[in-house]
Antibody
C-alpha cells in the first residue's frame, strides 16, 4: 500500500505564498493522475487541482491563476504552488491519487493523505 | 457546477442499527457518484465508486445505490468504527464536487 504524506503547510499572511509537497511511502511515480483536495474549517471538500500524466492540469475557478500543480517523477513528489493567498484559502490540503478518469469523466480519489493545514491570516 | 445535497446532516444511531444516507444532485450525474468515509485527523477513505461498486477492502455491510440525481449509501449494521462523516462526490462534470457530508454519530 502506498501512503501519501503532505508537507509544507503553515501560517502565511494574505498575499503570501506557500508550496505544498506530496510524497509517498511507496512509489507514486506510477500514479498517472494526482490531485489536491482541500477542506476549509467547518466546510465540505473542494477539488482544487488535478494533474494528468500527459501534463494536463485543471484548476477550480477559486484558485485559477494563483495555484500551480506540478509533479517531479524523479523525486516521486507532487507539488502545489500557492501564490496570492487569501483568507478563504485557509484549509487542510489533502493530496490524493485521482482514479478512473476517462473520456470526459473525471476521477474519484484514492488513496488520500491526512492533509497539511494552511492558515492565511 | 453540480451541487450535491446530502441528508440528513446528522444521523444518530446505535451500533447494530441500519444507516441510510442520501445524496441528491442538482443535475443528472448518471452513475458517476462516489462515497467516502472521513474520520477527524485521518485521510478520507474511498467506500463506493460509480454508485454501487465497493472499493477494495470495504466490508459488504456498505452498499450504494441510485442513478441520475438520487443516490443512497446504506450501512446495514453499524459497527463502532463506522461512526464518521460520509461524503458523496460526483465525477460527471467539472469541477468534481462533494456534498456537505452526513455525520453518523453514536446515539
Amino acid at each position: 500500500d502506498v501512503r501519501l504524506v503532505e508537507t509544507g503547510g503553515g501560517l502565511v499572511q494574505p498575499g503570501g505564498s506557500l508550496r505544498l509537497s506530496c510524497g509517498g511511502s511507496g512509489f507514486i511515480t506510477n500514479f498517472k493522475y494526482m490531485a489536491w483536495v482541500r477542506q476549509a474549517p467547518g466546510e465540505g471538500l473542494e477539488c482544487v487541482s488535478i494533474i494528468y500524466s500527459d501534463g494536463s492540469t485543471y484548476y477550480a475557478d477559486s484558485v485559477k491563476g494563483r495555484f500551480t500543480i506540478s509533479r517531479d517523477s524523479s523525486e516521486n513528489t507532487v507539488y502545489l504552488q500557492m501564490n496570492s493567498l487569501r483568507g478563504e484559502d485557509t484549509a487542510v490540503y489533502h493530496c490524493a491519487r485521482a482514479v478512473g478518469a476517462r473520456g470526459g469523466v473525471w476521477p474519484w480519489f484514492d488513496p488520500w493523505g491526512q492533509g497539511t493545514p494552511v492558515t492565511v491570516s | 457546477e453540480i451541487v450535491l445535497t446530502q441528508s440528513p446532516a446528522t444521523l444518530s444511531l446505535s451500533p447494530g442499527e441500519r444507516a441510510t444516507l442520501s445524496c441528491r444532485a442538482s443535475h443528472s450525474v448518471d452513475d458517476f457518484l462516489v462515497w467516502y468515509q472521513h474520520k477527524p485527523g485521518q485521510a478520507p477513505r474511498l467506500l463506493i465508486y460509480d454508485a454501487s461498486n465497493r472499493a477494495i477492502g470495504i466490508p459488504a455491510r456498505f452498499s450504494g445505490s441510485g442513478s441520475g440525481t438520487d443516490f443512497t449509501l446504506t450501512i446495514s449494521s453499524l459497527e463502532p468504527g463506522d461512526f464518521a462523516v460520509y461524503y458523496c462526490q460526483q465525477r460527471r462534470s467539472w469541477p468534481p464536487t462533494f456534498g456537505q457530508g452526513t455525520k453518523v454519530e453514536i446515539k
